[in-house]
Nanobody, 126 residues
Framework: QVQLVESGGGLVQPGGSLRLSCAAS????????VGWFRQAPGKEREGVSC????????YYADSVKGRFTISRDNAKSMVYLQMNSLKPDDTAVYYC???????????????????WGQGTQVTVSS
């Protein structure tokens, strides 16, 4: 049974940093396109960032570009999201997911996803 587990969320002040981790059991993340998504209360889920399986190309939503960095550690089969300069608007539940198909060049143009984690809460507040 495949399971994705996110960790690393928490409460942080504006301008602070957090690093989210996505671990998988029953699946080797090294060979997957993996994305981070978030959903704030009352808002639709949005894609934040994704990393390709072939060449580790990365893509970011405009709202996080320059502040967030997605990466993977193949030795540990983990995917990370380093979040810097956090803003209150970044408050949401963050999920990792495998991305199966997408439109265009960017894997953020998601059309079909695979497995999802249960999410980790990120709250940015003073």
């Amino acid at each position: 049974q495949v399971q994705l587990v996110e960790s690393g969320g928490g409460l942080v002040q504006p301008g602070g940093s957090l690093r989210l981790s996505c671990a998988a059991s029953g699946l080797i993340l090294n060979y997957q396109v993996v994305g981070w998504f978030r959903q704030a209360p009352g808002k639709e889920r949005e894609g934040v960032s994704c990393i390709m399986d072939t060449d580790d190309s990365t893509y970011y939503a405009d709202s996080v570009k320059g502040r967030f960095t997605i990466s993977r550690d193949n030795a540990k089969s983990m995917v990370y999201l380093q979040m810097n300069s956090l803003k209150p608007d970044d408050t949401a539940v963050y999920y990792c997911s495998t991305i199966l198909t997408w439109y265009g060049r960017s894997c953020l143009g998601v059309s079909r996803t695979g497995f999802w984690g249960q999410g980790t809460q990120v709250t940015v507040s003073s």
